[in-house]
């Protein structure tokens, strides 16, 4: 049984940083690329920012780019997004997904959203 908890968001005076964690279980974690998705009050969800099974393959949303750091440890089986110089606008419910999509396109999976999502986010407020 897939499970998988997000943890880490809070509330914070912008240009502040965090760091989300998300914590995996009941699948080959080091098989599957991993993203982080957020999804604004009266928004769609988008991606922000994802990483190939191994690490060495990152996307990132052009409003997250130079800004957040995305990185798993697959031994951990673990997770993060590094978040710095947070803005109002990145105020959402944050969300780890899984895709089976590892090669080429990674990429276009990601920007189409099709990622497995399993579970229930973790807030992040950054105020003005």
């Known amino acids: 049984q897939v499970q998988v908890a997000e943890s880490g968001g809070d509330s914070v005076q912008a240009g502040e940083s965090l760091r989300l964690s998300c914590t995996a279980s009941?699948?080959?974690?080091?098989?599957?690329?991993m993203g982080w998705f957020r999804q604004a009050p009266g928004k769609e969800r988008e991606g922000v920012a994802c990483i190939n099974w191994s690490g060495d393959t990152t996307f990132y949303a052009d409003s997250v780019k130079d800004r957040f750091h995305i990185s798993k440890d697959n031994a951990k089986k673990i997770m993060y997004l590094h978040m710095n110089s947070l803005k109002p606008e990145d105020t959402a419910m944050y969300y780890c997904g899984t895709s089976g999509e590892d090669g080429p396109g990674l990429g276009v999976v990601f920007r189409k959203g099709d990622f497995s999502f399993w579970g229930q986010g973790t807030q992040v407020m950054v105020s003005s």
């Open positions: 009941g699948f080959s974690f080091d098989s599957y690329a």
